[in-house]
């Protein structure tokens, strides 16, 4: 059974950080692109950054509001994602989710979601 | 950045009826289209990549069309469990962008 499975969400103070994990099974992790998008409460998706495959040299790309502040990275010997967010404001309160892509514009799988809360 | 444009942003059927969702991109992205629906509390579910091509799993009930700028989202004989918000995402250009989404609600 194929699962992504993300953790390390809550409640962090603006300015702060977090780090968000994505635990992926039951599929070839190193053959896929993978992705974070996020959606803020009562809000629309948006594609937050991608972390190619290992064929692609692991190379990334960020949305403009996330560039600088985020890095998404991954361990295939763990088939594990990663979202490392520093310099958290209140607009990056969101449930994030990651989701997996064989390229083309084909997102196979997505987790369940994690909420990330920024506030005082 | 590529802006995509939904319309409409709510929509009220039916169970039976027929309905389209538009999808308009600020510039031409080829048929780098990609379709998913979203249900409340739930993760998003791909419908649709390559602006019409279905996603392993996703019954014929749904399709999709265009190219360039403009594209559409077709359900037929709409269904209790085919309410929920749909949303477009471009793939042709970094960064992706998603469409502001569509709600489809029970008239």
């Known amino acids: 059974e194929v699962q992504l499975v993300e953790s390390g969400g809550g409640l962090v103070q603006p300015g702060g950080s977090l780090r968000l994990s994505c635990a992926a099974s039951g599929f070839t992790f190193s053959d896929h692109h993978m992705d974070w998008v996020r959606q803020a409460p009562g809000k629309g998706l948006e594609w937050v950054g991608r972390?190619?495959?290992?064929?692609?040299?692991?190379?990334?790309e960020y949305a403009a509001s996330v560039k600088g502040r985020f890095t998404v990275s991954r361990d295939d010997s763990e088939n594990s994602l990663y979202l490392q967010m520093n310099s958290l404001n209140t607009e990056d309160t969101a449930v994030y989710y990651c989701?997996?892509?064989?390229?083309?514009?084909?997102?196979?799988?997505w987790g369940q979601g994690v909420l990330v809360t920024v506030s005082s | 950045d590529t802006q995509m444009t939904q319309s409409p942003s709510s929509l009220s059927a039916s169970v039976g009826d027929r309905v389209t969702i538009t999808c308009r991109a600020s510039?031409?992205?080829?048929?780098?289209l990609a379709w998913f629906q979203q249900k409340p509390g739930k993760a998003p579910k791909s419908l649709i990549y390559g602006a019409s091509s279905l996603q392993s799993g996703v019954p014929s009930k749904f399709s999709g069309s265009g190219s360039g700028t403009d594209f559409t989202l077709t359900l037929n004989g709409l269904q209790p469990e085919d309410f929920a918000t749909y949303y477009c995402?471009?793939?042709?250009?970094?960064?992706?962008?998603f469409g502001q989404g569509t709600k489809l609600e029970i008239k």
């Open positions: 510039q031409a992205i080829s048929n780098s």
């Open positions: 972390i190619r495959n290992e064929a692609r040299s692991h190379t990334t």
């Open positions: 989701a997996s892509s064989r390229g083309g514009g084909i997102f196979d799988y």
């Open positions: 995402l471009q793939y042709k250009t970094y960064p992706f962008t």
